[in-house]
T-cell receptor
Framework: AQSVTQPDIHITVSEGASLELRCNYS??????LFWYVQSPGQGLQLLLK??????LVQGIKGFEAEFKRSQSSFNLRKPSVHWSDAAEYFC??????????FGKGTRLHILP | DAGVTQSPTHLIKTRGQQVTLRCSPK?????VSWYQQALGQGPQFIFQ???????QRGNFPDRFSGHQFPNYSSELNVNALLLGDSALYLC?????????FGPGTRLTVL
C-alpha cells in the first residue's frame, strides 16, 4: 500500500537559514511525488511535483526537491527561508489525477 | 480564472444531522476529488468523481456520499453526523497532470 512518512512534526529555523524537510514514501512502482504547502486556514498550494526525468525538481517560491529512488525519499529544500514560509508542508504520493496519499505534515516555524 | 471554489466556508452542525458541501472545479477540469483533513493531520482521500460517477473511494463509510453534475461541480453529503466528522473538507479538481485544491469547508459537529 502507498504511504508517506514525514518524520519531523515541527521544524524551527532562523530567517535566512537553509531548510530541508524530509519525506519518505512507500510505493510499488515509480511514484508521482508532490509537495504542498498550507497556510493557516487555507487550502493546499502545490509547490512542486515529480513525475519522471530529472530527479532535481524546481518549484515555486524558491523551493526544490530531490527524488532519490534508492532511499525512497523526496526531500524539500530551500537555501534561504523567509518569514512568510512559515506554514504546514505536506509530502504526497499518487497517480497524476488519481487519489493522492498525504503525509501527516511538517509544521515550519521561522525565528526572526 | 476563479480556481476551485467551495461553499460554505464554515458550517456548524449537531450530531445526527446531515450536511451538504459544494465544490466548483477549476475551469476546464472534469474530475473532482474530496478529502477530509482532521486537525493536525494530512488530508485523507474520500472519493473521486468523473463523468458524474464515483470512480474511486477511500476508506470512508457509506454515510459519506457524493454527486457530480453535468457542469462538473460536485457535492459531498454526510449523513448521521458524528463528532469525529469535524474537519476541514477539501475539494480538488484535476486535469491530466495535477490536482488543484480549493480553500476548504470547515465543518464543526457539536
Amino acid at each position: 500500500a502507498q504511504s508517506v512518512t514525514q518524520p519531523d512534526i515541527h521544524i524551527t529555523v532562523s530567517e535566512g537559514a537553509s531548510l530541508e524537510l524530509r519525506c519518505n514514501y512507500s510505493y510499488g512502482a515509480t511514484p508521482y511525488l508532490f509537495w504542498y504547502v498550507q497556510s493557516p486556514g487555507q487550502g493546499l498550494q502545490l509547490l512542486l511535483k515529480y513525475f519522471s526525468g530529472d530527479t532535481l525538481v524546481q518549484g515555486i517560491k524558491g523551493f526544490e526537491a530531490e527524488f532519490k529512488r534508492s532511499q525512497s525519499s523526496f526531500n524539500l529544500r530551500k537555501p534561504s527561508v523567509h518569514w512568510s514560509d512559515a506554514a504546514e508542508y505536506f509530502c504526497a504520493v499518487g497517480e497524476r489525477d488519481d487519489k493522492i496519499i498525504f503525509g501527516k505534515g511538517t509544521r515550519l516555524h521561522i525565528l526572526p | 480564472d476563479a480556481g476551485v471554489t467551495q461553499s460554505p466556508t464554515h458550517l456548524i452542525k449537531t450530531r445526527g444531522q446531515q450536511v451538504t458541501l459544494r465544490c466548483s472545479p477549476k475551469s476546464g477540469h472534469d474530475t473532482v476529488s474530496w478529502y477530509q483533513q482532521a486537525l493536525g493531520q494530512g488530508p485523507q482521500f474520500i472519493f473521486q468523481y468523473y463523468e458524474e460517477e464515483e470512480r474511486q473511494r477511500g476508506n470512508f463509510p457509506d454515510r459519506f456520499s457524493g454527486h457530480q453534475f453535468p457542469n462538473y461541480s460536485s457535492e459531498l453529503n454526510v449523513n448521521a453526523l458524528l463528532l469525529g466528522d469535524s474537519a476541514l473538507y477539501l475539494c480538488a479538481s484535476s486535469s491530466v497532470i495535477e490536482q488543484y485544491f480549493g480553500p476548504g469547508t470547515r465543518l464543526t459537529v457539536l
